[in-house]
């Protein structure tokens, strides 16, 4: 990408950011940001590891990573200094590092488990950013991952353009398995939160039609529905280092 903002002006952007959204507790997060976290730790906890070493990418003001201590021993790393802040205070049982995630130099194969929640996206180069979190996982590692669906943001009237600081570097569902594939084998892909009020989605999310649908099929068998079809506003992503 080109004209990038430098990191100072990065920081100052999720500092500001990550005190305005961020600085609540886990109930109050965003439900948009909930539903993929609530998913990321019921399909962790799935996997019964023993007490897994857990590195959280992005991990902002520790909200998650305050939830991840049920599953195992946990290290945060964020590019905000005010959220590392916070994130020590609020959980001091797990360890904090700020800094760009590429250019720490943390040991390789070092964690069980690589979690990285709407970051992906927000990054300078995709392709190195997940080169890297490959590197720090053993080998049989497990990569969760959640980012938004290019494809459903594309089509909502309330995303506007990107703040003095913030890179976005959108990719599509096609675009990220290629990238992953690379490094892991992907073992599932799934768009969770139907979400979209533009083109198609405007209509697949309309309020008489779904009231319709709802009442022929019931609420949650149409949220499924449409989450099978690629329109639900998150996608997760579950993969394993060979």
């Known amino acids: 990408m080109s004209d990038l903002p430098p990191l100072e002006e990065q920081q100052r952007y999720y500092d500001d950011w990550n005190l305005r959204y961020r600085s609540v507790d886990f109930e109050d997060v965003s439900e948009e940001i909930?539903?993929?976290?609530?998913?990321?730790?019921?399909?962790?906890?799935a996997m019964e590891l023993d007490h897994p070493e857990i590195l959280e990418v992005g991990c902002s003001t520790g909200w998650l990573c305050e939830r991840l201590l049920s599953e195992g021993s946990v290290v945060g790393i964020d590019i905000s200094p005010k959220a590392i802040e916070a994130a020590r205070e609020r959980v001091p049982a797990a360890t904090f590092l700020c800094g760009d995630f590429c250019e720490t130099g943390l040991p390789p194969e070092s964690f069980d488990v690589v979690i990285c929640m709407e970051t992906l996206f927000y990054v300078e180069n995709p392709t190195v950013f997940v080169a890297e979190m490959s590197r720090v996982l053993r080998p049989g590692g497990i990569l969760i991952l959640t980012t938004i669906n290019k494809y459903?943001?594309?089509?909502?009237s309330d995303i506007g353009a990107p703040k003095p600081g913030q890179i976005r570097n959108w990719l599509s569902k096609k675009e990220l398995r290629y990238i992953l594939r690379q490094h892991f084998d992907l073992e599932s892909e799934t768009t969770v939160d139907p979400r979209g009020d533009l083109g198609?989605?405007?209509?697949?999310?309309?309020?008489?039609?779904?009231?319709?649908?709802?009442?022929?099929?019931?609420?949650?068998?149409?949220?499924?529905?449409?989450?099978?079809?690629?329109?639900?506003?998150?996608?997760?992503?579950?993969?394993?280092?060979?």
């Open 152 to 156: 459903v943001y594309d089509r909502r």
């Open 200 to 242: 198609l989605l405007r209509v697949v999310n309309s309020y008489k039609l779904n009231a319709l649908f709802d009442r022929v099929l019931g609420r949650e068998r149409v949220r499924r529905i449409k989450e099978r079809l690629g329109w639900g506003g998150g996608v997760i992503y579950e993969a394993r280092k060979p």
């Open 34 to 45: 909930r539903v993929r976290a609530e998913r990321v730790l019921s399909d962790l906890h």
